[in-house]
């Protein structure tokens, strides 16, 4: 998919707009998709973003919030801001005096001022995956804001159907069901073996085996040390589960999934980043230690386990609460941020210690045919 969008500049200001319009008439900035995708429970959204010509007033900033939308179902992307250099100065010391956690937090802020620039962006973002956004709008919102007002320009569709395919993974017709979250951090280990195709006694039988580890690492780390913390107990879990499938010459692995999953505590793109190194970290460490080299792998990551959280809840004094601020803000709308400000801050901080722990994990599966009745 590469389509083009431009969005032509518009002008608020009816007392200015004769001495500007002709400055601004061959101001443009192009959208470009790169691609739209999705890996397991992300949505990586992958823009080209083109602007030729932009003069902006010293005073003024324009706003450009790109969103996917369906019926009343909205999540707002980080916006692009051109911004003129009084504006910006202003809005960052405002900013700095008297934060407002309703404003998002811009992917990138232009500084602009009288002379033309042309300016180029690769937009990179990755949102938690919903079903309805498999055919969602992708709009495009312009604000303009000056010292006292904002007032909205535009919001217009880029793409009608972005066409996203389903994260779900069909493997021969089967589906997998999602692993749950393991309710204790160092609770007895649980290996779930699962039929996915009714036994036949002339056909090769599909199962899986899946755990849930909670590997220690140094702060900020990735790279899995057996030695470290509680991670010889951990990866015990992980030969018990290996062993019996690697030694067993009636068994051919199909798939090994890796998946790392952050907590929402941080910078979503932080948690991001954090996500996908443990998950190739921890692919590394299989391969290496167990010679898998040439079995077929697949890796996801999780930035931010929002849907874990709430299983977590259940129960909760301020379970209601958290589900209404998880319902209600995006996690670019300052949703973590209600979160610390709900009741004086403390369900935050029993999330922070006793539940988002728990949600910092890998979960490993294993998707493998039993053939029965084969003779070596």
Known sequence: MRRKYTIFLLITSILILVDITSMFAQEAIRFIPRSLTVSDDSVRIDLAINAKGITVPTEQALTLTPSLCLGKKRVSLPPVVFSGSRRARFDQREETVNPDRNRPVPYHVWVCGWRR??????????????????????RLKQVSRDCCTEQVLADDVLTADIELPSPCVTVRDTVVLAAEVVPAVKEVERIEVQKLTPPSPSEPQERRVAVTLYIDYVKGGSRV???YGNNYMELRKVDRLLAPLLGDY???????????????????????????????GFRTYLT?????????FRTAWVAEDWEGLRRLIKGKPYETAVNFIIDNYGIFEGRERYLMDLQGRRPYRDMLVNLFPKLRRIELSILYEERSGYEK
């Open 117 to 138: 620039n042309d300016y180029m962006l690769r937009y990179l973002v990755s949102i938690p995956y919903a079903s309805w956004m498999e055919h969602a709008e992708l």
């Open 225 to 227: 040390d057996p030695s």
């Open 250 to 280: 009636k068994v051919d692995i199909r798939e090994i999934r890796v998946t790392g999953y952050a907590s929402p505590d941080g910078a979503y793109y932080d948690n991001e980043a954090l996500a996908k190194a443990r998950s190739l």
């Open 288 to 296: 290496r230690s167990y010679g898998l080299q040439d079995y077929p």
